[in-house]
């Protein structure tokens, strides 16, 4: 069989929303062969509820590829190894169509170049950050303008590192999106655009102090972390044990934070104590920024 390796993301950052993505060291694998009929195996995060058929996300994002290219069915024996828990901000929807796509083209002998994946993926998620990083690793910006998405990679400063502090329940992209207002004031749009234009820069020149005073939302945040009890706590509490910044990660309810420092394991504890005071249960992961994105690792 062949496995695919495939990054969570952490989409946002703050201020970039649905503009910046950062591709994280917690992986799904996908295994696959050619059969004579579909069939699919999941193990893992999310083993008791995902579809095992057609309905999948990965066989989905697969069947359109085969749609694309006319080549009927997807007929391939699949094992999925799950990492990233589904709904909880860290891309494991991304990751599931990214893999998927991904599959199918390399099951198929590569018929599509990397910016028509993107396209599809884009098409499916509707928006081109979590995807994009997936794909190619590292911190990646985004523009979308009609179909055509245009993408910028950075490799991040190796030692900036990434804390993730994961609660037990569930946040839908969809209903932390019902709670974003339908218009936001000429103010919150000036701070997001200089936060989000410097913490690129930050990441560019691998400026720390910048990165950490970039770190700062005002169009998505206020409206999404009220909806995680203990996500406030969390993001102070992880600032205090001394990390250069924390986010909400993607839309939740995972919260993020960053450092360049050995106390990895004093923020993540932090973070735990702090939910916990909101009796919300959490755990937490060390992880580094994943630069290859998604790869055939054997």
């Known amino acids: 069989m062949i496995t695919l390796r495939v990054p969570a993301v952490s989409a946002n950052l703050g201020p970039g929303f649905d503009s910046f993505g950062l591709a994280l060291s917690l992986y799904n694998y996908i295994s696959f062969e050619k059969a004579d009929q579909l069939a699919v195996t999941i193990s893992g995060e999310g083993e008791s509820y995902l579809y095992r058929n057609a309905s999948n996300m990965v066989i989905k994002a697969a069947q359109m590829l085969y749609n694309e290219v006319g080549a009927g069915d997807v007929r391939l024996k699949v094992a999925m190894t799950n990492n990233i828990p589904p709904s909880r901000g860290l891309g494991s929807s991304s990751a599931a169509i990214v893999g998927g796509l991904k599959m199918a083209n390399y099951a198929l002998g590569e018929p599509l170049k990397m910016t028509r994946l993107l396209q599809l993926a884009t098409k499916m998620e509707g928006h081109p950050d979590n995807a994009a990083a997936a794909l190619c690793g590292g911190f990646v910006a985004c523009a979308q303008d009609g179909d055509k998405i245009t993408t910028c990679r950075i490799t991040p400063p190796a030692r900036l590192k990434a804390v993730v502090a994961i609660p037990e329940f569930r946040m839908p992209t969809e209903k932390s ?11 919150s749009a000036v701070f997001n655009a200089s936060h989000a234009s410097l913490l690129a820069l930050s990441i560019a020149t691998g400026d720390l ?20 009890p203990g996500g406030e706590a969390a993001c102070t509490a992880a ?12 839309s939740g309810s995972t919260i993020i934070a960053f450092t360049a420092k050995n106390n990895s394991e004093a923020i993540g504890n932090a973070m735990i104590e702090a939910f916990a005071a909101e009796n919300t249960i959490s755990k937490y992961h060390s992880l580094s920024v994943d630069l290859a ?6």
């Open 239 to 250: 600032k205090k044990a001394g990390a250069l910044a924390a986010a909400l990660s993607g």
């Open 177 to 187: 999106r019902q709670s974003l207002p339908e218009k936001v004031d000429f103010k």
């Open 293 to 298: 994105g998604t790869t055939i690792i054997r």
């Open 209 to 228: 102090e910048l990165f950490a005073a970039s770190v700062k939302d005002s169009l998505h945040q206020p409206f999404r972390l009220p909806l995680i």
